[in-house]
């Protein structure tokens, strides 16, 4: 009896995992080993014919997946579609300002009735922090969730085609490895998901040198345990790094007492070509969208050369393609077993 318990309660702390270590939800990176998060990149490359074009493939086709984004958003949202429908799935966008939900209905019934319409995948936003591990563990464990960025805790998608765009546009153009790489991610680190996936999914990957550059009034107490360095100038954090990051400033900071306006921001922590020059001479430049020009990042620096922000958008339906991919067949795996 206690075995089986022992088993349950991991399979609630763990629920992305079949047994077998495969992926049957994305929830997060945290809890994926090295060989899963490459496993993920690899699947993600093979999406790409030789002229580096996304191909389509019948992978979901005959299921059904649900987008519910209880939180708004175009550029995840839209480049979640394309993958769906470049998969073969059959793609339904639930209307959240119209659902049940809003009604006093819970997400729990919401979630029920959905699943008894056949669904056989949920891609899931949210603002609480939680959900879609909440979902996946103790609702609908038999349909796939996708967790599509839930509260300040986690952007596993974002993070994942991070990883994909650094090892693609880096890594395999300079012959080298993730563990040789110094990175640096600039902005509001307190309240970005986006930041603690990708800390998350750097480590596993093997990176060492992870530079961390905000103001102290947007950093999170006690980062440094995490093993990433802290940097309040960028002059310092960006010296020799191969890969920058940008993260967005959210409107409701501007003006604050933790970000007193948006030019004092760029004057400081601003990615400007001459910040962008104390980095290696190839340095990447990344940012997750959308951006604020001329308050994390200089025009000229989101156009120039060594930006990859557009790439990152191209490779976020790659990865998301691999994900559902692969969560679906883990979940038929789990079927099979049943």
């Known amino acids: 009896m206690n075995s089986i318990k022992q088993r349950l309660d991991a399979q609630l702390a763990q629920p992305q995992l079949t047994k077998s270590g495969a992926i049957c939800h994305f929830i ?15 699947k993600a490359m093979g999406y790409f ?13 005959g299921k059904t997946v649900m987008n519910l984004f209880f939180e708004n958003s175009t550029r995840t949202r839209t480049t979640f579609e394309a993958a769906q429908k470049r998969l073969g799935a059959n793609v339904l966008n639930l209307d959240i300002a119209r659902s049940s939900t809003n009604k006093g209905e819970t997400l729990r019934d919401t979630l029920w009735n959905l699943e008894a319409m056949s669904a056989d995948m949920f891609v899931v936003r949210h603002s609480a922090s939680g959900a879609a591990h909440f979902m996946a563990s103790q609702v609908t464990p038999n349909v796939a969730i996708i967790n599509a960025g839930d509260g300040w805790h986690a952007h596993p998608t974002q993070a994942m085609l991070d990883m994909l765009t650094i090892h693609r546009e880096y890594c395999l153009k300079h012959s080298t490895t993730f563990d040789k790489l110094s990175v640096a991610i600039i902005g509001d680190i307190k309240h970005s998901r986006v930041a603690r996936s990708d800390i998350s999914a750097l ?8 530079r961390v550059i905000a103001p102290k009034t947007l950093l999170p107490k006690g980062i440094e345990r995490y093993g990433v360095s802290v940097f309040n ?20 900071r501007i003006g604050s007492p933790l970000l007193p306006s948006t030019s004092e921001y760029f004057k400081h922590y601003g990615i400007t070509d001459t910040r962008v020059a104390l980095a290696k001479p190839d340095a990447l430049v990344m940012h997750p969208g959308p951006m604020n020009r001329g308050v994390e990042i200089a025009s000229n620096v989101a156009d120039g ?12 339906i790659a990865v998301r393609m691999a994900v559902m991919a692969m969560a679906m067949r883990g979940q038929e795996s789990l079927r099979n077993l049943a």
């Open 203 to 210: 480590q596993t990957l093997g990176v060492k040198d992870i």
């Open 305 to 316: 050369e060594q930006s990859v922000i557009l790439k990152q958008v191209n490779n976020g």
């Open 28 to 42: 997060g990176v945290e809890g994926l080993d090295r060989l899963q998060l490459e496993n993920i990149i690899d």
């Open 233 to 252: 100038k960028m002059e310092e954090g960006l010296a020799g790094v191969d890969i920058i990051i940008g993260l967005r400033i959210q409107n409701e």
């Open 49 to 61: 014919d030789g002229k580096g074009r996304l191909i389509n493939t019948d992978e979901l086709a």
